[in-house]
Nanobody
């Protein structure tokens, strides 16, 4: 079992930055691909970014590409999402998720952290 806890959410003005953290416990995340998703009430969950388990290749959703950066620190068992040039439409609950190596299913999810961007 992998337990994920997000932190770092909050309120920020448009154009500002936030860094989200996803701290894992239970198992080392070095063998897990980790992703960030977000969801607004009434809308489908949206993929933001992911970082692979073995070579830290990164993937980004079109809406955040060029503004968000995902990194991992396996020594700290933590994955980060640096969010720059934030827009009001980035307002959402952000979730981190983990899947073992390249398995297709995201098996583990955190509880989410709220990000609010004001115009």
């Amino acid at each position: 079992q992998v337990h994920l806890v997000e932190s770092g959410g909050g309120w920020v003005q448009a154009g500002g930055s936030l860094r989200l953290s996803c701290a894992a416990s239970g198992r080392t995340i070095s063998t897990y691909t980790v992703g960030w998703f977000r969801q607004v009430p009434g809308k489908e969950r949206e993929f933001c970014a992911a970082i692979s388990w073995n070579d830290s290749i990164t993937f980004y959703g079109d809406s955040v590409k060029g503004r968000f950066t995902i990194t991992r620190d396996n020594a700290k068992n933590t994955v980060y999402l640096q969010m720059n040039s934030l827009k009001p439409e980035d307002t959402a609950v952000y979730y981190c998720a983990a899947r073992f190596r390249d398995y297709p299913k995201w098996d583990y999810w955190g509880q989410g952290t709220q990000v609010t961007v004001s115009s």
